[in-house]
Every structure is written in C-alpha cells, then in structure tokens.
C-alpha cells in the first residue's frame, strides 16, 4: 500500500510514476486526497465535540450536588452523544471508501524504471553463447517424450489440460533440480521453510495479489466452518506473511528465507500453442526465496537475490540472459523486478525462470510489519523482496534442450549428478 503521505504531498509525482506503470489513476488519486481531508475533518470534529463531552460531563455531577437544573446540561450531553455517534458512523464510511480505493492502487515503480511495457524491456547482461548443433535439434516435448520423463496424456486424463506426470527418471531429475536449488540456498544461509499450500485471503492481500487478482487464483470452500482459502501461486503468497502484524528489532533483520512448494496458476490454456508441454500449466514446482530487510538494505538484498538466481543457472551451464523490466511490465504489488530468461531453443527465443522483485514497504504496509530501530528508537516498516530460485517447469524444457546429444540422450548437469547417483546421461529408452 502506498504510504498516504506521499499521496497528500505529492500527488502530481504519484500520478506520473503510476502512469509510466500503465495505470491512470489521477481520478483515484484525487478521490484520496478529498477522502483523506475529510476523513481528518471528521476526526477533528469527533476529537472536539468529545473534549466538549467530557468537560461537561464532569461539571454534571457537581451541578446536581448543589441542587441545580441538570436538565439543560442532560440535553447537552445527549446532543453531544448523538452528534459524537453520527460522526464516527461517517468517519466508518469515509475510512472504508478511503481504504478501498487504497488498496487498489499499484505500487509506484522505481524513479530509473523506463516507462512503458514488456517492448521497453532491457537486456543487461547474457551468460553463455547461443546453443550450436550438428544435427536437427528435438523440441522438449519429444525429447521428454521419447525418453519416458514425462507423461503428458495421463497428466491430463486424470487433471485436464495443462497437468502432466513426472516419471522415472524425469520425477528423479525434477527432484534433483528442486534438491541443488535447496541445498545452494541453505548453504548461503537462508532459512528453508514448508509452509501450507492453502491460505487464508489476508496472505494474498498482504502480497498485494488480492482485491485485485482474486479471480486469477483457486479458491476453496469449507462449508462446515466457513473457512475459504486459496491455493498458494507461489510461495511468496505464504513467506511475505510470515511476520504480518509483527515488529521485529534492527538486529533480527535481514530475514532471508526459502520455500519449496507446488504453484497453482488459473491462467494456463490462455496463451499461444508455442507455449505448450510444461512452459505454462495449471501446477508447477518452485523454490521462492524472500528477504525482509530495512529501507537501506534493500538494494543490496535485491542484487543479491538477482544474483543467486543467475548462480543456478551458470551451475547447470545454460545460456541464459537478464531483463530488468520496464515499468509497465513488473507486477503491481512491485517497485522493480529483474526477470531472468533461460534460452529455449525450440521456442525461437528466452523463457522467464526467475522473476526477482523488490516491493520497498508497499507489503509491509498491507501486512503492518515493521521493525524498531536500536534501543527505543522509532518504528519503521520493513522492505520486502522475493525472487524465484528456482521454477522447474521451463528449466527441465531448457535442459534437455539445450543437453540433448545426437542419438536423443540428454547430458546431465554435472552439478545434478550427485542426486542421480552418479548418473552422467539419460539414454534413449531401450538403449
């Protein structure tokens, strides 16, 4: 959530960075800023008419002890109690029509974000050249196929369209790839999570996926408690909740945590055929990492989770490039992201495998989470991040794409071997 401050002191700047994200929002900007004022106006009208409340209220019972009329001060205090009453019925109203309009605006991109969408997007850096075969590449889908790694037809017999099966060694290499993203995060000092994979809405608030994108997710109902959840689209729904309504101390931060889980995702079936086999489905694996930092640590910590992503995919030896986003293209909830993209060569172009953000204190605002500076110092709201590390189901594709040997094996990553019990290639079935 925005901080209202800077709405009320700088509107005409919030409305332009929100313009070079895409949004119009100068009417909501507008409506904030004549909400806020007599949201304020109310509350000054409540503040007086109860000091005047109480003031007399005091002089009541005096007034009665020397035999006096009360009756005249009764009226007065009833009128007060009514007036009091009415205003905050308003107060309730205008805060409610303040805090929807609130929450349904973006977070301000970054000031050195280039306006526009995903065409304004920037390349910044590549590791590894372009993939060069003597012989007619297969695409992912054959080549999972063919070697008994996935099974398409049964993933969609028993779910529908956009699931599949991992089978045999292709389950052992999805376990493989989810087991080093694991063991590299830990080793860099990242606390491994299991969290729930159905979540309460205030999670999908909190990561500000929720008024606004509550009809992208799966939702489910208990009819004998009245408890809806939703199904977790990735782990950040879950992580950047974790200290919702906490204050923690300078010292305890920066949190860096990870998180293994299935991701559910209603937007599969809505692209191109090009996008077909795992690139996109209904359910995929991920490693989502999330630090929760101060303001002066965050840029640190983005650069950081920027580059552990980038580490994973230099160790499996892919070619693979960094976008940072233009304004447009980086999610609401988010100041600025950096995607980056494995080459898929079948695909004629790069795949986002990691999408590494940086939220500044628009979560923590959503999710009151903040910390204390020093020894009695002042509260303030912590920074959130969260970066994938990584998702699988466009590093399988890339990998036995970009692997795959003449005769239809795939080469195994070195750095998966250990988990494959030594296993250096996947041969063709029969062989």
Known sequence: MIDIKLIRETPERIIQLLSNKGFDCSTEIDSVIRLDRER????????????????????????????????????????????????????????????????????????????GGKENNEPIRYYGGPLELDFPPSN???????????????????????????????AQLEWALLSYFIDTHIADGYEF????????????????????????DYWIENPSDNRRHYMLPTAESALVSLHRDEILQESDLPKKYISYTPCFRREAGTYGADERGMVRGHQFNK???????????????????????????????????????AAG???????????????????????EVSSVSNAREYQSRRGQMRFKRGAGGK???????????????????????????????VIVPEVLRKYLGGLELIPPRGV
């Open 40 to 115: 304020r106006e109310i509350l000054g009208d409540v503040e007086s008419a109860k000091a005047e409340q109480n003031k007399l209220s005091k002089e009541f019972p005096k007034l009665k002890r020397e035999g006096g009329d009360v009756s005249a001060l009764q009226a007065e205090l009833n009128g007060l109690k009514e007036k009091i009453r009415a205003a905050e019925l308003k107060l309730r109203d205008v805060g409610n029509e303040l805090d929807n309009i609130m929450h349904r605006l973006p977070n301000p991109p970054d000031e050195d974000l280039t306006p």
């Open 140 to 170: 992912h889908v054959d080549l999972c196929t063919d070697l008994g790694l996935i099974d398409y037809p049964r993933g969609a017999k028993l779910a529908g369209s956009g699931f599949w099966i991992y089978r045999g060694l292709g």
């Open 193 to 216: 999570l299991l969290v729930p994979h159905m979540l309460e809405y205030e999670c999908g608030f909190t990561a500000g996926q929720f008024p606004k994108f509550e009809d992208e």
């Open 287 to 325: 490693v989502e990492m999330v630090q929760f930092t101060t303001p002066e640590g965050s840029d640190a910590a983005f650069d950081e989770l920027v580059g552990k992503a980038e580490a994973l995919l230099a160790g499996l030896k892919f070619h693979f490039r960094t976008v940072k986003l």
């Open 329 to 351: 293209d980086c999610s609401p909830a988010m100041s600025r992201t950096y995607d980056i993209e494995i080459l898929i060569p079948s695909m004629n172009g790069y795949k």
């Open 379 to 409: 509260t303030e709201f912590m920074h959130t991040l969260n970066g994938s590390g990584l998702a699988t189901s466009r590093v399988l594709p890339a990998l036995v794409e970009q692997n795959q040997q003449k005769d239809g094996s």
